[in-house]
Nanobody
């Protein structure tokens, strides 16, 4: 059974940083492309960043240069380092394993002064 557990969300002021983690179990993590998505109130879920099994990364335009996705295959964990946060980054952030399509439960990120 696939399980993805996100953590690290919270309330942060504009310009601040947060690091999200997603711990995976029940999947062959090292072979999987892992992604982060987000969903803001009243909006559709959108892709934020992804990382392939070989470490190639991709980012949504609005987060390029501010967010960094990384992975630790020994810990079956994918990370999202978020810097220079803006109020428009406020959303529930989800991780997803792309082969089977499983989602985590999400973690709330709120950027507000």
């Amino acid at each position: 059974q696939v399980q993805l557990v996100e953590s690290g969300g919270g309330l942060v002021q504009p310009g601040g940083s947060l690091k999200l983690s997603c711990a995976a179990s029940g999947v062959i993590f090292r072979l999987n492309t892992m992604s982060w998505y987000r969903q803001a109130p009243g909006k559709e879920r959108e892709s934020v960043a992804s990382i392939t099994r070989s470490g190639l990364t991709g980012y949504e335009d609005s987060v390029k240069g501010r967010f960094t996705i990384s992975r630790d295959n020994a810990k079956n964990t994918v990370y999202l380092q978020m810097n220079s946060l803006k109020p428009e980054d406020t959303a529930v952030y989800y991780c997803k394993e792309e082969i089977g399509g499983a989602w985590g439960q999400g973690t709330q990120v709120t950027v507000s002064s």
